[in-house]
């Protein structure tokens, strides 16, 4: 009997595996009664929807749908540019060169609050723009993003010193800042420190945010969890660590671009050019933490949108050439994908102040030479990737695409030429290079091993230190560090960003971790800092370039490419880096018809 | 029976606070700054400054460690470093989670391994034993990570028997914890299956068994009525003690089905730094530790009439 029961048991798992194996799993889109719901995975716990407390991604990505900043990215034009959001117009520089107009936009309003008088939203209006900047400088509310402002808008950084001696709680009113002007409820003068057409970069950030007077004194502590907003939905369920729920604003301002570059017509993605925003009566997000059921709901039509991880990128996706990819079969029949090079450069520092590699630059180009940046791209990111001659992002105006300029390309013969010409023949007598990583994961530790792999072909014997973050900050900071592995995501899409990197007044612990200093690159990069992007521009830019390339302070790697997976019924999809979120673009097919998924 | 109580309560107060001294120095020595990891490589030195203040790690380390026992005895937890929310709030919604997920395998997989245990013990020797002992040493030997991984793809994306993942409180949680509580089943049947079966045989070859025998009682008797209570010391240590652990949930099984119990909130507080929670549930799970063992001896007492307390 008991035999018999062992052998049924068996045969049912067996069963289930072979029915498994042998396809179901029908996808469906969700019946949501003709309404159009967007499910997108969240990878990560938001940690605060208060703008200004907030400087990650996995907030912002809430904030960003349910707040307006002033200006923002234009969604399909590229290079990015800013476009007015709040703004009726984009601020106009006056005559003195550093004071600029900004004009708002009319009849915006606030959603229904309990905060406002009879729960009605009220319209935004100036005294909105000038609380909400002084909001974010205020040190006990904006811990994290205020280096984004400081030193901008003159007067702002001595409010921020005033709050942080008042304490918490400082009447605003009770101080003004001398760079904001009001002239009337829709109109305000900004001075600026400086002609620094940078400035306006950080008004389309997440954390300058607008928020009501009303709604941040009504929910106190609370106003983390409960965002009153002018953006395109309101936040209608606030799980944390489940399923957060955002709805249409039904009085939202914005409409799609009637704009984009060449090809996007064709694409379909200027086919809602001029109509309301946002396109779907609701977003869904869900926290999936883990890639395999994310990856998994997204097969079974749950979700709309998903990244693609490394893993199932080498099951899904096959590169046809450089900038080239497309899905396997048999995932092609069902999902569309859509790929966009990140603005990140990836490079290694060297610490110039170090008595091995910061005096020795034959030593550091034989280091360039003898890493195969393109291989390491190959098979440590599976493609995804592109290596770079400047410490510009391609996508960004000022790359190697805008300038000409040659960089090293793997060849051990040159690096052990090099080698020799540093005193270290065959790397006799060369002692060991102590490499510093800001993390312990597998895959810094894989692409370690590359690394010491290829500099010790040629004779350089590479150690490697895997240290917690901050551990890693504290070394580079203080300059105790000799090689550092490290990278750069833009804060703003313009050049300066970057090359800010290795000018010699950002040395440790700002972010020139290299301790560069030049004096031709220090000069040209405050000659182009503040200029417009041109011929004159991009010419300073390729010296400072080569100055890179012949002084080797750094060794540039590459910037990443992010993919993303769609499923065919979703619109409007383009890959976008400065709006990790742009939710109220996306439009779903209706009614949706799926196939089998594979 | 008191004063027993209260002596072992007494006796718990150095263990704890060991145990807090312990998590205090090794946070605030080998761990992550939690300011520089909050704030990233844009951090100015003024918000370096700003938030080492506001999170009281500015003051010197006794007056923090102060302050950590402070919060820990009067239960005001304080709050976590990553989204500012209290802690009592986050624990309490938490705990209710993770037991939602371990509680009901875990009575579940009590009747199912002690009744597969007897029934092997019965037919000790026999092509079952020999069959269950390769099934559940085959089943032990496969990490939990892979019974997730399958048990996900299989069950729940090709044959669309269990929702993926995802969580709804209440009721509605019940299809979404299905597939967890089988797999917590399955995983746990191998070690609790051969553990008992070990003390069941054991027991089987005392000498109050043959008496039993030679007194005419029947197999059935023996082993439900003689054996069962007198294998019942090892068996209440073997679970009472894993009580506390309930509470923290099924780390990996919370993370792979999207439930927000303390497993997973733990996880995030590992991985974001977040040391006010990994602090404190250190030591709570120290103090739930120790009064689950205390509650092991007291009912010691009451399923063996040999053991007194004293």
Not at chain 1, 213 to 229: I, L, Q, T, W
Not at chain 1, 403 to 411: F, G, L, M
Not at chain 2, 186 to 212: C, H, K, N, Q, W
Request: aromatic share 12%; hydrophobic share 45%; glycine share 8%.
């Amino acid at each position: 009997m008991i035999r018999r029961w062992f052998g049924w048991a068996t045969a049912a798992l067996a069963a289930a595996v072979l029915l498994s194996c042998a396809g179901g799993g029908e996808p469906q889109r969700p019946d949501d009664g003709g309404r159009k719901i967007l499910r997108i995975a969240r990878r990560t716990e938001y940690k605060t929807l208060d703008p200004a407390g907030q400087f990650d991604s996995a907030s912002a990505e809430i904030i960003g749908n349910v707040y307006d900043t002033l200006l923002e990215y234009h969604y399909l034009k590229r290079p990015y540019q800013l476009v007015p959001n709040l703004l009726a117009t984009m601020p106009e520089k006056q005559a003195d060169g550093v004071t600029y107009l900004f004009t708002l936009r009319r009849g915006v309003r606030f959603i229904d609050s309990p905060a406002f008088p009879g729960g009605v939203g009220r319209e935004l209006t100036i005294d909105d723009i000038i609380y909400s900047i002084k909001r974010f400088a205020d040190a006990h509310v904006n811990a994290k993003s205020y280096i984004l402002m400081q030193g901008v808008i003159v007067g702002l950084d001595e409010f921020r010193e005033a709050t942080r001696t008042h304490g918490k709680g400082m009447d605003y009113a009770s101080r003004d800042v001398a760079g904001l002007r009001r002239i009337d409820d829709h109109r305000l003068e900004v001075r600026f420190t400086g002609p620094n057409p940078l400035a306006l970069y950080p008004l389309a950030a997440t954390p300058m945010s607008i928020v009501a007077r009303e709604a941040v004194e009504h929910y106190g502590d609370d106003f983390g969890s409960n965002p009153v907003g002018t953006g395109p939905f309101v936040l209608v369920q606030n799980d944390r660590r489940g399923t957060v729920v955002l709805a249409k604003n039904r009085d939202y301002h914005g409409s799609y671009p009637s704009e984009g570059e060449s090809g996007h017509r064709e694409a379909g993605l200027l086919d809602a050019g001029g109509r309301q925003l946002p396109l779907v009566d609701e977003v869904h997000l869900p926290l999936i933490e883990e890639s395999q059921p994310a990856m998994l709901r997204f097969r079974k039509g749950a979700l709309d949108l998903h990244t693609v991880d490394r893993d199932n990128f080498i099951k899904m996706v096959e590169r046809l050439d450089a900038d080239s990819f497309r899905l396997k079969p048999p995932y092609s029949e069902y999902f569309r994908m859509s790929w966009e090079e990140a603005l990140t450069c990836e490079y290694i520092a060297f610490n110039m102040r170090d008595p091995l590699v910061g005096k020795n630059r034959a030593l550091r180009q034989a280091m360039a030479y003898a890493l195969d940046v393109e291989e390491y791209i190959k098979i440590m990111l599976n493609g995804r990737g592109e290596s770079l001659a400047t410490i510009v992002p391609h996508p960004i105006a000022g790359s190697e695409r805008d300038i000409d300029v040659s960089y090293y390309r793997y060849d051990p013969e040159k690096a052990r030429a090099k080698l020799a010409e540093a005193g270290y023949p065959g790397g006799e007598g060369l002692p060991d290079i102590y490499f510093d990583f800001r993390s312990t994961t597998k895959e810094m530790r894989q692409g370690f091993e590359f690394i010491r792999y290829q500099l010790a072909s040629v004779g350089i014997r590479a150690v490697a230190r895997f240290l917690t973050f901050s551990a890693y900050l504290q070394r580079v900071e203080s300059g105790n560090f000799q090689v550092g592995s490290s990278g750069w995501f833009a804060d703003y899409p313009d050049a300066e960003n970057f090359y800010q990197l290795l000018y010699s007044k950002n040395g440790p612990p700002g972010p020139n971790m290299s301790s560069f200093a030049d004096a031709e690159y220090d000069r040209l990069y405050e000659e182009s800092r503040f200029m417009e992007n041109g011929p004159e521009r991009f010419a300073k830019f390729k010296r400072m370039a080569e100055i890179i390339r012949d002084e080797v302070p750094v060794i540039l790697r590459f910037n990443q490419l992010a993919f993303s997976l769609y499923q065919k019924w979703l619109r409007n999809v383009v890959g976008h880096m400065m709006n990790d979120a742009p939710y109220k673009y996306l439009d779903l097919e209706q009614p949706a018809v799926r196939e089998e998924a594979p | 029976m008191t004063a027993y109580i209260l002596r072992r309560l007494l006796h718990m107060i150095p263990i704890v606070f060991g145990v807090a001294v312990l998590v205090f120095v090794l946070f605030a020595t080998v761990g992550e700054d939690p300011v520089r990891t909050a704030l990233g490589s844009h951090a100015t030195p003024e918000a370096i400054a700003d938030l080492r203040s506001r999170w009281g790690l500015d003051k010197p380390l006794p007056m923090q460690f102060v302050d950590f026992v402070r919060r820990i005895a009067t239960f005001d937890l304080g709050e976590s470093y990553n989204s500012g929310e209290k802690l009592t709030v986050i624990f309490k919604r938490g705990a209710l989670v993770s037991l939602s997920v371990t509680v009901p395998p875990f009575l579940v997989g009590i009747v199912l391994s002690i009744a597969v245990a007897l029934l092997i013990a019965y037919f000790r020797g026999s092509w079952l034993d020999h069959y269950s002992t390769f099934v559940f040493v085959g089943s032990m030997s496969v990490s939990y990570l892979v019974y997730i991984i399958t048990f996900q793809y299989v069950f729940a994306f090709r044959l669309d028997w269990f929702p993926i993942s995802g969580y709804e409180p209440g009721l509605a949680s019940i299809p979404y914890l299905l597939l967890p509580w089988i797999i917590i089943v399955v995983v746990s049947a191998g070690p609790d299956i051969r553990v008992l079966r070990t003390v069941f045989l054991d027991e089987t070859r005392a000498d109050y068994v043959r008496t039993a025998f030679a007194k005419g009682a029947g197999e059935g008797r023996v082993l439900f009525k003689h054996i069962l209570k007198n294998a019942m010391i090892p068996v209440l240590t073997y679970w009472v003690t894993s009580v506390p652990f309930l509470i923290l949930g099924a780390f990996l099984m919370e993370r792979f089905f999207s439930i927000p119990g303390i497993g997973d909130t733990l996880i995030n507080a590992v991985n974001t730094g977040d040391r006010p929670i990994l602090m404190t549930l250190t030591v709570l799970i120290a103090i739930a530790y120790s009064l689950f063992n205390l509650l092991t001896d007291i009912l010691y007492a009451y399923v063996d009439p040999r053991v007194k307390l004293s």
